[in-house]
């Protein structure tokens, strides 16, 4: 062999090791397995991901439902502001002693309207005594008729006094000694025969 075949022949054997050292230098990459359950990857889950975020320190706020007292209110505030919409009970104002108001009117909603005789009022009907001055409403004192069994010494009445801007001064039933006092024990005595309702003079 001549020298120049047998250096050609040494450069290329050169080369050809050289390109094998340097696939055998890299590693073929190994496939991913699967989170183990258990093992956190760092990636929340879809679970997680929708769950509310809590910060610390601060309570995350539930809404909670109403009691039936608030429930009524809510009721009495919402027929206040729908007076002008109720049947009213005499054409003209009146005193009422018992109250201690000089002028006022009675009103009544649409299922308390809707009452036969004596009858006791239906669920949900409601009974206004409102002063009247001027043409300006001042006090007023409601009645809404709960669900059976609500207060049934009371015939499951519900009190409520609003002042002159509407705004709630007292509401309850007659089991709160204050409500008893001043509302249910004089409906009590003198209206017991008609669903503890007087009825217009």
Known sequence: MSVARRYCFLVVFALLLSACAGTSAQSPEAPSEPPKPGIPTGEPSV??????MSLPGV??????PLDADAQALSTVLAGHAELSKWTPTTPSAFHSEGHELAQVRGYLNELAAKRVGSEPFAEGS??????ESDGRVGRAFYMLKMPAGYDEAGHDWFYAELDASGKALWSGSSAQQQIDRRCASCHRLGAKGSDLVYGPP
């Open 59 to 64: 309570a995350t706020a539930q809404a909670e």
């Open 126 to 131: 409601a009974l206004a005594l409102v002063e």
């Open 47 to 52: 679970a997680e991901a929708a769950m509310p």
